[in-house]
């Protein structure tokens, strides 16, 4: 059974980078087949993709947020990240890691969610 | 990439049948067969609940169906039953992304 879990600060003062990984187990990144997602969710508001990235380190990124974002992979520890620069208040959000099959285009395995609050 | 439109509320009362609608565009939702449904109750992840349109994933009740018709996808829950009440939020691909509908919340009277 694939499980994933975010983990990183859960206060960012603003203008300052957004940093958090998701470590993955009970299955392998480099397996192929899927990409590795960052998707968020602001205060009783909807879901929005972040992007994801492939084990070879190609990535995609929604163009809303493109300029602001980076996503890493680092296979040997089984974990990739998400960056997220200059942020503001309107950057709080829950923050969900996600495995997104290339096949089947669908997010069957999901973290458990990590709010990160922007406040100084 | 606008997000997909969904109605923010639908309601049922236990037994019967609701449809939820997923308008999108021939970018995303009428030009793949890439639509997916999340059931997320508060404070939980999101479910993956059907998947390509119309497959629904191991344990997943087939009181749950899907469909497509042009640029709208829909999901019905038949049936309706209390632990059902939940928002969901249909999801497509579309051109190396992803987007997501802005959620419905479905209540069961």
């Known amino acids: 059974q694939v499980q994933l879990q975010e983990s990183g600060p859960g206060l960012v003062k603003p203008s300052q980078t957004l940093s958090l990984t998701c470590t993955v187990s009970?299955?392998?990144?480099?397996?192929?087949?899927?990409?590795w997602s960052w998707i968020r969710q602001h205060p009783g508001k909807g879901l929005e993709w972040i992007g994801y990235?492939?084990?070879?380190?190609?990535?995609y990124y929604n163009p809303s947020l493109k300029s602001r974002v980076t996503i890493s992979v680092d296979t040997s520890k089984n974990q990739f990240s998400l960056k997220l620069s200059s942020v503001t208040a309107a950057d709080t959000a829950v923050y969900y890691c996600?495995?997104?099959?290339?096949?089947?285009?669908?997010?069957?395995?999901w973290g458990q969610g990590t709010l990160v609050t922007v406040s100084s | 990439q606008s997000a997909l439109t969904q109605p923010a509320s639908v309601s049922g009362s236990p037994g019967q049948s609701i449809t939820i609608s997923c308008t999108g565009t021939?970018?995303?939702?009428?030009?793949?067969?890439?639509v997916s449904w999340y059931q997320q109750h508060p404070g939980k992840a999101p479910k993956l609940m059907i998947y390509?349109?119309?497959n629904r994933p191991s344990g997943v009740s087939n009181r749950f169906s899907g469909s497509k018709s042009g640029n709208t996808a829909s999901l019905t829950i038949s049936g309706l039953q209390a632990e059902d009440e939940a928002d969901y939020y249909c999801?497509?691909?579309?051109?190396?992304?992803?987007?997501f509908g802005g959620g419905t919340k479905l209540t069961v009277l």
């Open positions: 996600a495995r997104d099959s290339i096949e089947e285009q669908q997010l069957e395995y």
């Open positions: 009970g299955g392998s990144i480099s397996s192929g087949g899927y990409y």
């Open positions: 990235i492939y084990y070879s380190g190609s990535t």
């Open positions: 021939s970018s995303d939702v009428g030009g793949y067969n890439y």
């Open positions: 390509e349109v119309s």
């Open positions: 999801s497509s691909y579309t051109s190396s992304s992803r987007v």
